[in-house]
């Protein structure tokens, strides 16, 4: 019989692997018995629930990661970063596994102080190799020091981080010449600047700010960009002149420079256009004879003139010739000079010893053309006078001289009147600003608290006048220069009751001068009542005027006085009143009207030789209203009634007969 080979031993041996894959699998699906999950155990090893064998450590999982790189400009790996050499960081974002993952948002952070990003939101999205960049800059030329970026991305809900060192070196830059279009420009023309930035002897590509000034642009007369960030590495900007009318050197500095650049410009002065008169001093253009003196007075002038150049322009630097029109009268001080950064320049002129009046004349030299003459100009007219005043030119004078003040004091806020005093100088002009006057008075109060006088302005001052005691004036008190001594204008002071003396004076520093003024305390009430230029006053009761024919008036005229014969307060009403079989035409005038002391032969406003009545006259009308239709004689009554500013009334009563024809 032939020998076969024993084919059941292949057999038996494909049955056991597919027994042992069942048996894996099963082990799998069960946790293993106790051990991993999942993990086939070695052939021939224990498990891990199989009698106490330590089983094998656990895997990590794997996680995406971002790497960082610096890169310089050419792209070669760096990390020294200056103002010269920025650095592009590259942050490499891949998955788990290990491929690029794009779209990813990354957020870069470093020292402010040492770096800033480009774009200064410091955040960047990855292209299709999972790559973001971004520039990082030096923080400032000056920045130094080591510093760290920091990358971080969210990918797949994991946060995850990159850093790297860099380390900044301060930058040293410097200028290139700085460079002017036109070194020589006109007045008021323009030009234009450039300067270049370098680091190491090349443009510097960085932005770097440059700063422009100047003389000219520091005082106002010349503008430029003051502030020039760099573009491509050069500063430009426009110089325009303002009227400088110099030479200007202009400086440019930056940080991170320790040497400025300079150049020079040549700027033509502008041409003069006019010289024009400012002021002079004193204001009120006039100053005093040499010698005389006087409050307040100067015996020089002060004249002031303004260059202005073909723009309107103040001109400085600009010579100016003084010439003065009376020239043997008055001395001229400076005859030329040159303006201040303003335009202007002065002269002065002292007084001689006359009065007179001059000119100052202002000239531009080599101004002259073939058809005009140098320009010029001429000051106002300078009065030289003695400034002093003089008793001739001494006016007193009051806004009421009939006052409510026999009875009646003023209020210390309502005066009853106002004393005025004008002065001048032997010229006529008024005496200078604060000239002083003193008042005094024997009755009443003049003048304030605070003194009993005033000081001109323009030649006059005014003081308040209040009545009160004393009302009957003291003779010879008080002592003042109206009524003490023997010069010419000294009287007594009227001692008549209820007329006050006002004096006031004022001194040129030698002489006294003086003026006095009388004023009435006024009785409220008409106590004395002349009629029709009587002797004597009408008695008490009822005036009987007599008879008058029906188709006649009655025309007769009252004088009204106080009881002192002084005249009622000024403004008191005088009216016709209860008229029976009688019609009255208007009193002329209807009130007492401002009356100063007087004479038979006129006015003696000093009150010195002042007598007998003094009182207002009031012309009245009476006639009878029947007139030609008269059939009876009829007897007429009527008051005439006086009432007081104060309101105080007196009554005076008339009876009149009218017979028909």
């Given at each position: 019989?032939?020998?076969?080979?024993?084919?059941?031993?292949?057999?038996?041996?494909?049955?056991?692997?597919?027994?042992?894959?069942?048996?894996?699998?099963?082990?799998?699906?069960?946790?293993?018995?106790?051990?991993?999950?999942?993990?086939?155990?070695?052939?021939?090893?224990?498990?891990?629930?199989?009698?106490?064998?330590?089983?094998?450590?656990?895997?990590?999982?794997?996680?995406?990661?971002?790497?960082?790189?610096?890169?310089?400009?050419?792209?070669?790996?760096?990390?020294?970063?200056?103002?010269?050499?920025?650095?592009?960081?590259?942050?490499?974002?891949?998955?788990?596994?290990?491929?690029?993952?794009?779209?990813?948002?990354?957020?870069?952070?470093?020292?402010?102080?040492?770096?800033?990003?480009?774009?200064?939101?410091?955040?960047?999205?990855?292209?299709?190799?999972?790559?973001?960049?971004?520039?990082?800059?030096?923080?400032?030329?000056?920045?130094?020091?080591?510093?760290?970026?920091?990358?971080?991305?969210?990918?797949?809900?994991?946060?995850?981080?990159?850093?790297?060192?860099?380390?900044?070196?301060?930058?040293?830059?410097?200028?290139?010449?700085?460079?002017?279009?036109?070194?020589?420009?006109?007045?008021?023309?323009?030009?234009?600047?450039?300067?270049?930035?370098?680091?190491?002897?090349?443009?510097?590509?960085?932005?770097?700010?440059?700063?422009?000034?100047?003389?000219?642009?520091?005082?106002?007369?010349?503008?430029?960009?003051?502030?020039?960030?760099?573009?491509?590495?050069?500063?430009?900007?426009?110089?325009?002149?303002?009227?400088?009318?110099?030479?200007?050197?202009?400086?440019v500095s930056a940080d991170g420079v320790s040497v400025p650049a300079t150049a020079a410009l040549k700027i033509a002065p502008p041409?003069?256009?006019?010289?024009?008169?400012?002021?002079?001093?004193?204001?009120?253009?006039?100053?005093?004879?040499?010698?005389?003196?006087?409050?307040?007075?100067?015996?020089?002038?002060?004249?002031?003139?303004?260059?202005?150049?073909?723009?309107?322009?103040?001109?400085?630097?600009?010579?100016?010739?003084?010439?003065?029109?009376?020239?043997?009268?008055?001395?001229?001080?400076?005859?030329?000079?040159?303006?201040?950064?303003?335009?202007?320049?002065?002269?002065?002129?002292?007084?001689?010893?006359?009065?007179?009046?001059?000119?100052?004349?202002?000239?531009?030299?080599?101004?002259?053309?073939?058809?005009?003459?140098?320009?010029?100009?001429?000051?106002?007219?300078?009065?030289?006078?003695?400034?002093?005043?003089?008793?001739?030119?001494?006016?007193?004078?009051?806004?009421?001289?009939?006052?409510?003040?026999?009875?009646?004091?003023?209020?210390?806020?309502?005066?009853?009147?106002?004393?005025?005093?004008?002065?001048?100088?032997?010229?006529?002009?008024?005496?200078?600003?604060?000239?002083?006057?003193?008042?005094?008075?024997?009755?009443?109060?003049?003048?304030?608290?605070?003194?009993?006088?005033?000081?001109?302005?323009?030649?006059?001052?005014?003081?308040?006048?209040?009545?009160?005691?004393?009302?009957?004036?003291?003779?010879?008190?008080?002592?003042?220069?109206?009524?003490?001594?023997?010069?010419?204008?000294?009287?007594?002071?009227?001692?008549?009751?209820?007329?006050?003396?006002?004096?006031?004076?004022?001194?040129?520093?030698?002489?006294?001068?003086?003026?006095?003024?009388?004023?009435?305390?006024?009785?409220?009430?008409?106590?004395?009542?002349?009629?029709?230029?009587?002797?004597?006053?009408?008695?008490?009761?009822?005036?009987?005027?007599?008879?008058?024919?029906?188709?006649?008036?009655?025309?007769?005229?009252?004088?009204?006085?106080?009881?002192?014969?002084?005249?009622?307060?000024?403004?008191?009403?005088?009216?016709?009143?209860?008229?029976?079989?009688?019609?009255?035409?208007?009193?002329?005038?209807?009130?007492?009207?401002?009356?100063?002391?007087?004479?038979?032969?006129?006015?003696?406003?000093?009150?010195?030789?002042?007598?007998?009545?003094?009182?207002?006259?009031?012309?009245?009308?009476?006639?009878?209203?029947?007139?030609?239709?008269?059939?009876?004689?009829?007897?007429?009554?009527?008051?005439?009634?006086?009432?007081?500013?104060?309101?105080?009334?007196?009554?005076?009563?008339?009876?009149?007969?009218?017979?028909?024809?």
């Amino acid at each position: 019989m032939q020998h076969t080979p024993n084919s059941s031993k292949p057999a038996a041996q494909l049955r056991l692997a597919a027994l042992t894959l069942i048996a894996a699998a099963a082990l799998a699906a069960c946790g293993g018995g106790g051990g991993n999950p999942g993990a086939v155990g070695a052939p021939g090893a224990p498990s891990a629930g199989g009698g106490g064998t330590t089983p094998p450590a656990p895997t990590t999982p794997a996680a995406p990661t971002v790497s960082l790189s610096l890169l310089g400009a050419g792209g070669q790996a760096s990390n020294s970063l200056s103002g010269a050499t920025p650095l592009t960081v590259q942050a490499s974002v891949k998955d788990a596994a290990g491929k690029p993952m794009k779209e990813e948002l990354v957020t870069f952070v470093t020292d402010a102080n040492l770096g800033v990003f480009s774009p200064s939101a410091g955040t960047a999205l990855t292209d299709d190799q999972g790559v973001a960049r971004i520039t990082l800059n030096a923080a400032s030329l000056a920045a130094g020091g080591a510093g760290k970026v920091t990358a971080t991305v969210n990918a797949g809900g994991t946060t995850i981080v990159g850093e790297r060192n860099y380390q900044v070196g301060a930058t040293m830059l410097s200028f290139g010449t700085l460079k002017i279009s036109r070194s020589a420009i006109q007045a008021y023309d323009s030009t234009d600047l450039s300067v270049e930035v370098q680091a190491g002897g090349a443009t510097y590509a960085g932005r770097a700010t440059v700063n422009f000034t100047s003389a000219c642009v520091a005082a106002g007369k010349a503008t430029l960009a003051t502030a020039v960030a760099t573009t491509n590495g050069v500063a430009r900007t426009v110089y325009r002149d303002l009227g400088c009318a110099n030479d200007d050197i202009i400086t440019v500095s930056a940080d991170g420079v320790s040497v400025p650049a300079t150049a020079a410009l040549k700027i033509a002065p502008p041409n003069a256009a006019s010289v024009q008169f400012v002021s002079a001093d004193p204001v009120g253009k006039s100053i005093v004879i040499q010698g005389q003196g006087g409050i307040n007075r100067t015996e020089t002038a002060t004249l002031k003139f303004r260059v202005f150049d073909t723009f309107g322009n103040p001109l400085p630097r600009r010579a100016v010739n003084f010439t003065v029109s009376s020239p043997t009268l008055v001395h001229l001080n400076k005859t030329s000079d040159s303006t201040d950064e303003k335009g202007e320049v002065i002269t002065t002129v002292n007084s001689g010893t006359v009065a007179t009046s001059f000119r100052v004349f202002a000239t531009l030299p080599n101004t002259a053309t073939a058809t005009q003459p140098d320009i010029s100009t001429t000051s106002d007219s300078i009065v030289v006078t003695t400034g002093l005043p003089v008793q001739r030119a001494f006016s007193l004078s009051a806004g009421r001289s009939n006052l409510e003040g026999w009875t009646r004091d003023s209020s210390p806020t309502q005066p009853a009147t106002t004393v005025q005093v004008m002065i001048a100088d032997s010229f006529g002009n008024p005496v200078p600003d604060g000239t002083p006057v003193v008042f005094q008075t024997n009755m009443g109060s003049v003048g304030s608290s605070d003194k009993g006088g005033c000081n001109t302005v323009n030649g006059g001052c005014a003081v308040d006048f209040r009545t009160q005691e004393p009302r009957v004036p003291t003779p010879g008190q008080p002592a003042t220069p109206c009524n003490t001594g023997s010069g010419a204008g000294v009287s007594p002071d009227s001692t008549r009751p209820g007329l006050a003396t006002v004096c006031a004076s004022s001194t040129d520093g030698t002489n006294t001068i003086f003026g006095k003024i009388g004023l009435f305390f006024g009785g409220s009430g008409a106590a004395k009542v002349f009629l029709d230029g009587a002797s004597a006053p009408l008695a008490n009761g009822v005036t009987d005027l007599g008879t008058v024919k029906a188709l006649d008036s009655k025309v007769f005229v009252l004088q009204l006085n106080d009881v002192n014969l002084n005249p009622l307060p000024f403004g008191t009403r005088v009216e016709v009143t209860n008229l029976v079989n009688a019609s009255a035409a208007a009193v002329v005038p209807a009130t007492v009207p401002n009356i100063f002391p007087h004479t038979m032969n006129g006015d003696d406003i000093t009150g010195t030789n002042v007598s007998g009545p003094q009182g207002s006259r009031h012309t009245f009308s009476i006639s009878n209203p029947a007139g030609k239709d008269c059939t009876a004689p009829v007897t007429a009554t009527f008051n005439v009634t006086v009432t007081s500013p104060g309101e105080v009334v007196t009554t005076i009563p008339f009876k009149l007969a009218f017979s028909c024809p």
